[in-house]
């Protein structure tokens, strides 16, 4: 019997830039308004990071989060998910600052160092908005995202064990969600574990049914009936590869974070609700339900 099945919405993330898209939401305006209609639309979870408004830059800056976190918590009951990831080219401390002082229900935590690839992107423009864009996507050829054993270990005490956060644990590729297991023996992460699977990012799994099938199968095997999963495709597979993964039992995770088009090959997404409502009905064609926030609470044994 299938599950409801929890909508996450990644708003703005760290990896689109102003000039690929003029909806993407850069100011705390922009970020609130897209929020509350992407929660309107369905989505059970906002995965947030901020930008400084002026420059459209991923910020990991107190005051960017909070401009726009009490106004979406104050008028949606949607669960706040903030990113740990902030960007590759953060250090750590730097990364953790608005989880730590917001203390959320749900953080991401990204469960190994690697490469992370969005160089391509900066050929695909030329008449850039903003100077610091295209340096930017050129220095992820020579940047690591660097989260070690520490770092992660650091994160599941911090947050964690301190403030009863839970999280969102982003497998890249496989031996990601063996780290996973891992932790889990050591009972540093405890279920139900909510693992999100990244498909499509250059330097991790390529974004193909063949390696979802293989990482579902994988946490099958490492995770036993512990942990539930959500889908995330970078680009134009988003769509696809999160609807295959609602047809195998998991959850679904779109936004401009991910994905600015509304589906292969297709125009710009005008606003992250567009998504939430597309993938919204493509669930519901096939006879699923959607789950609300609370719904998505007591599946995921958020603190709420
Ligand atoms: N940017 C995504 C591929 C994070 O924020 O910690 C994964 C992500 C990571 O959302
Ligand atoms: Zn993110």
Known sequence: MTGKIIITCALTGSIHTPTMS???????????????????????????????????????????????????????????????????????????????????????????????????????????KHPWEEPFLRATKDVVFKNTFSDIE????????????????ECYDAGHIQTVAYYLKQGLIKPPIFIQFVLGILGGIDASP??????????????????????????????RLATMGAVMGGHVRVGLEDNLTTGAGRALAPDNAHQVSRIRRIIEEMGLEIATPQEAREMLALKG
């Open 22 to 128: 003029p909806h993407l939401p850069v100011t705390p305006d922009d970020i609130t308004t897209q929020a509350l209609t992407a929660a309107s639309a369905g989505a059970a979870i906002l995965h947030l990071h901020a930008r400084d408004p002026e420059t459209g830059m991923p910020s990991a800056r107190a005051e960017h989060f909070m401009g726009f976190l009490p106004r979406i918590k104050q008028a949606s009951d949607a669960v706040i998910n903030i990113s740990t990831g902030g960007s590759s080219q953060m250090a750590l401390e730097e990364r953790l600052a608005p989880a730590l002082a917001a203390q959320p229900e749900m953080c991401s935590l990204n469960m190994g160092s690697m490469n992370f690839g969005i160089f391509p992107l900066a050929d695909r423009y030329d008449d850039w």
């Open 154 to 169: 650091h994160i599941l005490t911090t947050l964690g064990k301190g403030y009863g956060t839970r999280f969102e644990f």
């Open 210 to 239: 063949e390696s979802l099938t293989f990482l579902k199968a994988t946490a099958d095997r490492l995770l036993g009936d512990t942990f539930r999963f959500s889908v995330l495709a970078a680009g134009r597979h988003q769509m």
